[in-house]
């Protein structure tokens, strides 16, 4: 079936250090990418998505950008804050309603002041 | 904007016992969404609703069901609680073909005995 592949399962880093987040995708079709955060305590929050090759997402200072040939969708943000420490999921649908989301397991981030 | 609204935030329930979570949103929504998120396993689309009236199986239904009962509010049951289950339940809600924006609420933590 159709996966999401998060390979780090945690992050660590200081203030204004560059954080790249890595998501590899598997789908039988062209599916749209997403990227959620989810603070603690809450529920996971839409960042932005991408739809097709070579667009760019984009949201409070982070961005991926979609990646066909690669199947990726890796998320960075170039000076990250203390404020960023969550868990960030990547997501897939094949679903052009897109009701039906596969995540990814999760990369937790923990920036340190 | 809105609020969806989960309960209980806590629910612990003995083995073999049903039990049920509740979900409300004000989005005025027409599509609602329950997933289970484990640890290291990212999140799990149960069941989904895409209108009033409508129910869908997600990925992992079996040992569930849900009740869509009316536009605002999606139940979901747990028809025999697992011994050492623990898993947090988050409810969401999209505007119809939403395209993958879904709105999520906070949680509801359950813990089996």
């Known amino acids: 079936g159709d996966s999401v592949t998060q390979t780090e399962g945690q992050v660590a880093l200081s203030e204004e250090d560059f954080l790249t987040i890595h998501c590899n995708y598997s789908?039988?079709?062209?599916?749209?990418l997403f990227w959620y955060v989810q603070y603690p305590g809450e529920g996971p929050q839409f960042l932005f998505r991408?739809?097709?090759?070579?667009e760019k997402g984009s949201s409070r200072g982070f961005e991926a950008t979609y990646n066909k040939e690669a199947t990726s969708f890796h998320l960075q943000k170039a000076s990250v804050q203390e404020s960023d420490s969550a868990v960030y999921y990547c997501a897939l649908t094949l679903n052009s309603a897109g009701n039906k989301l596969t995540f990814g397991i999760g990369t937790r981030v923990l920036v340190r002041p | 904007g809105g609020i969806i609204t989960q309960t209980p935030k806590f629910l612990i329930g003995q083995e073999g016992q049903k039990l049920t979570l509740k979900c409300q949103q004000n989005?005025?929504?027409?599509?609602m969404y329950w997933y289970r998120q484990d640890s290291g396993k990212g999140l799990r689309l149960i069941y989904y609703?895409?209108?009033?009236?409508?129910?869908q199986k997600g990925d992992l239904s079996e040992g569930y069901d849900a009740s869509r009962e009316k536009k605002s509010s999606f139940s979901l049951t747990v028809t025999s609680a697992q011994k050492n289950e623990m898993a947090v339940f988050l409810c969401?809600?999209?505007?119809?073909?939403?395209?993958?924006?879904?709105?999520f609420g906070p949680g509801t933590r359950l813990t089996v005995l």
């Open positions: 989005f005025n929504h027409d599509t």
């Open positions: 789908a039988s079709g062209y599916p749209a």
């Open positions: 991408a739809s097709r090759d070579k």
């Open positions: 609703s895409i209108t009033e009236n409508d129910l």
């Open positions: 969401a809600s999209s505007i119809r073909g939403g395209a993958g924006e879904q709105y």
